[in-house]
């Protein structure tokens, strides 16, 4: 056997050393190269998960996003540098940008809501798994995590995303009756506060905007029953002060003056002829003299001018026409010696002594509005000007444009403090709605079809309760029907107990569907 001499072997032994000393240094440096990507796909809940081409994630099997953005042949991006989109979690864009469907600004992954950080874990979980699969009960839906509107009633795969269907775990449960039972910890989470129905006295101060109107049983118009002309103008300005019986105005008229001649001859005709020994005579001539008073009358000529006719035996030339009322002249159409017709308006007389105001009130108000309650009229101009008043009438009809009901509010006007077609505020004191049941406002859901309050019935279970409102304040709701005083209903977070109470209600509904389906087919 030969032997290697012992320089040579110290040699060879220094040179594997030395090569086997490279190969441990060295190869650090190659495995810490990245590898490169042609068509990159991230998992939007695992970014740091990423595949050549379209895949499923390994970690959560969701389908995998490509990469937009990013450049071929390149390392994948830092999760820091990887975008998604507000409106669409599987866009993803390396670098910030928007998303080129809806425009919006993308944000860090690391930002979204699905997203999920790693957690290094070496232990073998593989046992918990199977034992979780096998403590599945019977008849357990399934759901996705990333669209919970998914529910199939075995394992699989999101139709949607392609991520495996977890069983479902809801946070509530329902129940035959319609309740839902929170767990303690998820109500405390949501801040659920509850509040007792009680028995209130209720009312409530309307406000709206008014326009001051005539009373239109306080307007006068005056105008004569006979064609003639003006001889004498009394009240010759418009906005002058009358009272009632006050001379207007004297007009000629020729058949005026013909009526009293016709009256006067049969005056004396029939006082003539009252010694006659003929009744049929003495009645004719009687009839004469009533149906020349009666033409008189009807144009207006007092009793009084009529017996003075008769008395002075003098035919006036004039008529006088006196004032019908006290008011103030809002309107004069009459001038001294201008001719007339009869039938003619002359003078417009209201009396602003008590006037109207017209306000407005919204349909959903009018259930407080009663005949009879009293009204504050403040002006917006002089804040130290309110008079007090009374609805007198509310208006059968609403106006088409602004949807609301007009009421006629009476106010005394004594010191004509209150001008027509002034602009008010009005302030109705409504009647107070004694012991009724009454909810915080924020305790009701309005669905549209129905309204719904949530009661608690204890142990975290709550039950949805249709109810029927009535009148409605800054604070509350009368509750007509459907709840009693001393029930505890949800004031906050109902909203999320009304969606947990519509899943639960979709998942016994199916349940129920399977179920008759199993019968049907047996």
Not at 68 to 73: E, M, Y
Request: hydrophobic share 35%.
């Amino acid at each position: 056997m030969k032997i290697l001499d012992k320089n040579k072997i110290l040699s060879v032994i220094i040179l594997s050393s030395a090569f086997v000393l490279f190969l441990l240094t060295s190869a650090p440096i190659i495995c810490a190269v990245p590898p490169t990507f042609d068509d990159a796909y991230v998992c939007s809940m695992h970014p740091e998960i990423a595949n050549e081409g379209s895949g499923q994630c390994s970690d959560c099997k969701m389908a995998l996003s490509k990469l937009n953005g990013h450049k071929s042949g390149t390392p994948l991006p830092s999760v820091s540098n990887i975008y998604a989109s507000q409106d669409n979690m599987m866009y993803v864009h390396e670098g910030p940008g928007k998303d080129p469907n809806t425009g919006s600004t993308l944000i860090p992954i690391t930002e979204s809501p699905i997203y999920v950080p790693p957690k290094p874990d070496k232990h073998d979980h593989s046992s918990h798994q199977e034992q979780e699969e096998a403590e599945v009960p019977e008849g357990t839906l399934y759901t996705c995590g990333m669209h919970p509107d998914v529910i199939q009633e075995e394992p699989g795969t999101c139709p949607i995303c392609a991520m495996d269907l977890t069983p479902m775990k809801a946070k509530g449960s329902a129940s035959s009756d319609g309740s839902v039972q929170i767990d303690p910890v998820t109500l405390q989470n949501i801040g659920v506060t509850t509040s007792l129905v009680e028995s209130r006295d209720l009312s409530v101060e309307l406000r709206s905007n008014g326009i001051v109107t005539i009373a239109e049983d306080l307007e006068y118009r005056v105008n004569p029953k006979v064609s003639g002309w003006i001889e004498k103008l009394y009240v010759n300005v418009t906005g002058a002060e009358v009272n009632k019986g006050d001379a207007l105005l004297e007009i000629y008229s020729p058949q005026l003056v013909s009526a009293q001649e016709e009256y006067m001859v049969a005056a004396k005709n029939a006082k003539l002829l009252s010694g006659s020994s003929l009744q049929r005579v003495r009645t004719t001539s009687q009839n004469l003299i009533e149906s020349a008073r009666r033409r008189l009358e009807s144009w207006d000529v007092s009793d009084g001018q009529i017996d003075e006719l008769e008395r002075s035996g003098k035919v006036k030339r004039t008529l006088t026409i006196f004032s019908p009322a006290s008011g103030v002249v809002l309107h004069k159409n009459a001038v001294e010696g201008g001719a007339v017709k009869a039938g003619m308006d002359l003078f417009r007389i209201v009396d602003l002594n008590s006037i109207w105001v017209d306000a407005q009130v919204f349909e959903n108000e009018m259930p407080w509005v009663h005949e009879g309650d009293a009204v504050e009229i403040v002006s917006p101009y002089d804040p130290d000007l309110s008079m007090e008043g009374h609805i007198e009438y509310i208006y059968p009809f609403l106006d088409k444009k602004t949807r609301t009901a007009k009421v006629r509010v009476v106010v005394p006007n004594s010191r004509q403090e209150l001008k027509p077609d002034m602009h008010v505020d009005v302030r109705i004191n409504t009647r107070t709605s004694k012991d009724a049941v009454a909810i915080p406002k924020s305790a009701l859901i309005r669905s549209g079809k129905r309204d719904i309050v949530f009661v608690a019935i204890g142990e975290g279970r709550f039950m949805p309760n249709e109810v029927k409102i009535g009148l409605e304040t800054d604070d509350y709701f009368e509750i007509t029907f459907g709840l009693s005083a001393g029930t505890k209903v949800v004031t906050s977070a109902q909203f999320l107990l009304d969606s947990e109470s519509k899943l639960q209600e979709a998942i016994q509904r199916r349940l129920r569907q399977r179920s008759e389906m199993k019968k049907n087919s047996q």
